[in-house]
């Protein structure tokens, strides 16, 4: 299709190409408020920040925290920690789930996103409560501390869920273990992990011959897990399942059966551009809980 017949295809765009761009910023700043005011929504831009403007955040939000009452077993009174918070899209549909015994700790690397947040949300919520974190990664590459470092800046088993969506798809295998070694160590014993990987499992690429559909999405090959570009591997990175299974087995983090679709993160998102979702067929959420200090003890006692 020539540019021409994709300009007269969209009247998006051509209202966009011939709108002045002062124009454009008023009608964006009006769009935003009446998005804030209609439906509690940050602006776009901060949106568009953490995830593709087709991946709806306001349904999105309340479809997770319906598979977290649901799946999960979230309760009004339960503490909650939203790890790589974005700009609310959790937290938002929480303000009106969570009461006053429990509360909402969210943290990101962006600061715009979280003085959104301190100023939207917390200002209502004050068991609502927003940090920014301080750690290098390739959005914050001036920051001083590693992933594989960072260390959570909550006290042992504060919370009853943390959820990390879109993060590990991001992290590399040592800030993962860190990560899942963090949230192991702020969960109460009983406390959920809920978090999305990208995941592919060699045996069953090879029994079904679907090994091209892994390798087109991450093209390049490290063993445990593979990457979408070498020359940034935190654009994307997805997984082999047992690599996965081997790092909640060592932070000490039991996996609740089985893996699942995520509520968020699914197919059932891909745009009508299918090749710019098409990942999504290999996102899965892991359910895993921090096991009980009597079921530890149990597990590990030897017969008399």
């Known amino acids: 299709m020539s540019s021409l017949s994709r300009t007269i295809a969209s009247p998006v765009l051509l209202a966009r190409r011939v709108t002045p761009q002062p124009v454009r910023s008023l009608l964006r700043a009006a769009y935003d408020r009446f998005s804030y005011a209609a439906a509690g929504l940050p602006p776009r831009r901060l949106r568009a920040w953490i995830s593709p403007t087709w991946f709806d955040f306001h349904?999105?939000?309340?479809?997770?925290?319906?598979?977290?009452v649901e799946m999960v077993g979230l309760q009004p009174s339960h503490r909650v920690l939203d790890i790589a918070c974005g700009v609310g899209r959790l937290a938002i549909p929480l303000a009106t789930y969570l009461d006053e015994k429990g509360s909402y700790d969210g943290f990101d690397i962006k600061e715009e996103l979280i003085e959104w947040c301190q100023d939207k949300i917390s200002a209502r919520r004050s068991n609502f409560e927003f940090q920014l974190a301080k750690v290098a990664t390739r959005w914050s590459p001036n920051e001083q501390v590693s992933v594989d470092k960072y260390r959570f800046p909550y006290p042992d088993k504060r919370f009853d869920l943390a959820y990390a969506g879109s993060i590990f798809t991001h992290i590399l295998p040592g800030g993962a273990r860190n990560y899942l070694e963090q949230a192991a160590r702020v969960l109460r014993p009983g406390g959920r992990l809920v978090?999305?990987?990208?995941?592919?499992?060699k045996r069953t690429l090879e029994l079904t011959q679907t090994t091209d559909s892994v390798q087109r999405s991450w093209k390049f090959d490290h063993g445990e897990f593979r990457v979408k570009d070498d020359d940034q591997p935190e654009a994307s990175i997805a997984y082999e399942e047992g690599v996965i299974r081997r790092m909640y087995a060592e932070a000490g983090l039991e996996i609740l059966e089985p893996l699942r679709p995520d509520a968020s993160y699914n197919a059932a998102r891909i745009p009508s551009n299918r090749s710019e979702g098409i990942h999504l067929h290999h996102c899965l959420c892991v359910i895993a809980m921090r096991p009980n200090e009597m079921s530890q003890v149990g597990s590990t006692s030897q017969p008399t």
């Open 59 to 68: 349904d999105t939000g309340r479809d997770q925290l319906e598979f977290f």
């Open 195 to 201: 978090a999305t990987w990208l995941v592919y499992n």
